[in-house]
């Protein structure tokens, strides 16, 4: 998907950070580091809820330099800062429909290798996930040549900022109370911790089905019209990451009972729901299992 050059995404919320790696983690660390193994055998995001002490000082940079939507097409690191701008503006509006009281994430951290966060220490093997906690998204963005190379997404702008608008679906259910949902430990194709994903799925292609008209602080549409090979990039990129595909990459074996995100399939079907149908069609946890 294609910035507008002129589009102003000085103001997204995103950040870039050194390598930070020290542990940092209050009560309830078994549960933090269960959650990091899980999914880095998984090679995808966290969900779980946890709590984490406070974190070792890390150094920051707000990304200056990423100024225009042209800056974003030309720079991966630009685009997720422009990624968090057309996101911020989109839920501003949307999550109240919703019945969502919203405010944003506190930031968005792009680190390299590793870093400390509110769930504990992340490594690049972690993926990309939000943090209830601290209220933050992170990724190591070299994840995206991991996407293509390992699980067979075939990439793309769009590709790239639909991992980050899921993303950004967990902090609005992280506001809405349903992220408790995964406190139930439960897993298969039916759980909760499936629900809450591909809801996030869902929540990732309204935004893309409304991106081309959510304008910048001038009026200024961030994005241009998805077109249909951006848009098969997405699904790819959503497919990708089921439980399935991974297993099978990871294990050799698909182990349904294990599923917590959902299969391929089911991912690619629900962001297509929330893109035809937007983010009020997103009610995961009423659809029966066998039709979800």
């Not at 996101?87 to 968005?108: H, I, R, S, T």
């Amino acid at each position: 998907m294609t910035f507008n050059p002129d589009a102003d995404i000085s103001g997204g919320k995103a950040s870039k950070r050194g390598r930070n790696t020290g542990i940092a983690v209050a009560g309830g660390s078994i549960g933090v580091l269960a959650l990091f193994l899980i999914s880095q055998l998984l090679g995808v995001d966290l969900t779980g809820l946890a709590g984490g002490g406070e974190q070792p000082a890390a150094s920051d940079s707000t990304l200056e330099q990423c100024l225009t939507g042209q800056d974003a097409n030309e720079n991966v690191e630009c685009r997720m800062k422009g990624a968090s701008a057309s996101l911020e503006a989109y839920w501003e509006n949307e999550a109240p429909a919703l019945g969502v009281a919203y405010n944003a994430p506190q930031d968005f951290i792009l680190f390299n290798q590793g870093t400390s966060t509110g769930c504990g220490s992340a490594s690049s093997a972690t993926g990309p996930f939000y943090c209830p906690p601290d209220q933050m998204i992170y990724i190591d963005v070299t994840f995206y040549d991991e996407l293509r190379s390992r699980f067979g997404s075939s990439g793309g702008p769009l590709a790239e900022m639909y991992v980050i608008a899921h993303e950004w679906g967990h902090h609005v259910q992280n506001l809405a109370g349903v992220l408790q949902r995964t406190q139930d430990g439960q897993t298969g194709p039916s759980s909760n911790a499936v629900r809450v994903e591909l809801q996030a799925d869902c929540f990732a292609g309204a935004w893309a089905a409304n991106a081309s008209k959510v304008p910048d602080d001038s009026g200024v549409p961030f994005l241009q019209p998805i077109t249909k090979a951006e848009y098969q990039d997405a699904l790819s990129a959503a497919a990708s990451v089921g439980d399935d595909r991974i297993q099978q990459a990871t294990q050799g074996q698909v182990m349904p009972h294990t599923f917590t995100h959902g299969t391929s399939e089911q991912r690619v079907d629900w962001f297509t729901t929330g893109y035809e149908h937007g983010a009020e069609a997103c009610d995961t946890f009423t659809v029966s299992p066998g039709a979800l």
